[in-house]
Protein backbone atom coordinates (compact mmCIF):
# COMPACT_ATOMS: atom_id res chain seq x y z
CA UNK A 1 0.00 0.00 0.00
CA UNK A 2 1.51 3.40 -1.06
CA UNK A 3 0.57 6.11 1.79
CA UNK A 4 -0.66 9.33 0.67
CA UNK A 5 2.36 11.73 1.04
CA UNK A 6 -0.66 14.69 0.57
CA UNK A 7 -2.49 13.74 3.22
CA UNK A 8 0.55 13.35 5.32
CA UNK A 9 1.97 16.73 4.70
CA UNK A 10 -1.75 18.10 5.47
CA UNK A 11 -1.53 16.98 8.95
CA UNK A 12 2.12 17.28 9.45
CA UNK A 13 2.10 21.54 8.53
CA UNK A 14 0.01 22.63 11.59
CA UNK A 15 2.23 20.47 14.15
CA UNK A 16 5.51 22.23 12.43
CA UNK A 17 3.75 25.86 12.56
CA UNK A 18 2.79 25.47 16.36
CA UNK A 19 6.84 24.76 16.96
CA UNK A 20 9.98 27.25 17.15
CA UNK A 21 11.33 25.46 14.34
CA UNK A 22 8.28 25.78 11.99
CA UNK A 23 6.88 29.03 13.38
CA UNK A 24 7.75 30.58 9.73
CA UNK A 25 6.60 27.53 8.04
CA UNK A 26 4.09 28.96 5.00
CA UNK A 27 3.43 26.09 3.08
CA UNK A 28 4.27 22.40 2.55
CA UNK A 29 4.39 21.63 -1.19
CA UNK A 30 4.58 17.89 -3.16
CA UNK A 31 5.71 17.66 -6.19
CA UNK A 32 3.74 15.89 -8.97
CA UNK A 33 6.30 13.04 -9.09
CA UNK A 34 5.85 12.93 -5.43
CA UNK A 35 9.86 12.70 -4.63
CA UNK A 36 10.26 16.12 -3.31
CA UNK A 37 8.62 18.16 -0.66
CA UNK A 38 9.54 21.71 -0.71
CA UNK A 39 9.30 23.68 2.49
CA UNK A 40 8.28 27.42 1.77
CA UNK A 41 8.62 30.25 4.36
CA UNK A 42 6.82 33.32 5.12
CA UNK A 43 10.09 35.48 4.29
CA UNK A 44 9.70 33.94 0.22
CA UNK A 45 12.84 31.40 0.61
CA UNK A 46 11.98 27.77 -0.19
CA UNK A 47 13.66 24.13 0.87
CA UNK A 48 13.19 21.51 -1.10
CA UNK A 49 13.51 18.29 0.64
CA UNK A 50 14.36 14.83 -1.23
CA UNK A 51 11.41 12.01 0.02
CA UNK A 52 12.49 9.47 -2.96
CA UNK A 53 11.23 6.19 -1.78
CA UNK A 54 9.99 7.26 1.50
CA UNK A 55 7.80 5.59 3.40
CA UNK A 56 5.25 7.88 5.79
CA UNK A 57 7.14 7.92 8.69
CA UNK A 58 10.43 8.27 6.99
CA UNK A 59 8.54 11.77 5.13
CA UNK A 60 7.90 13.40 8.06
CA UNK A 61 12.03 12.75 9.24
CA UNK A 62 13.26 13.93 6.61
CA UNK A 63 10.98 16.89 6.61
CA UNK A 64 11.55 17.78 10.27
CA UNK A 65 15.33 17.08 9.36
CA UNK A 66 15.38 19.88 7.05
CA UNK A 67 14.06 22.01 9.62
CA UNK A 68 16.69 21.46 12.54
Known sequence: M????KA????LKPLL???RAGCDID????????TTVTV????GH???VCI?????????QDVVRALL
Not at 2 to 5: A, F, K, M, Q, V
Not at 28 to 33: G, N, T
Open 46 to 48: TRD
Open 8 to 11: ILKR
Open 27 to 34: DLQLSEDE
Open 17 to 19: MAT
Open 52 to 60: EADSGVALI
Open 2 to 5: REDG
Open 40 to 43: RFCN
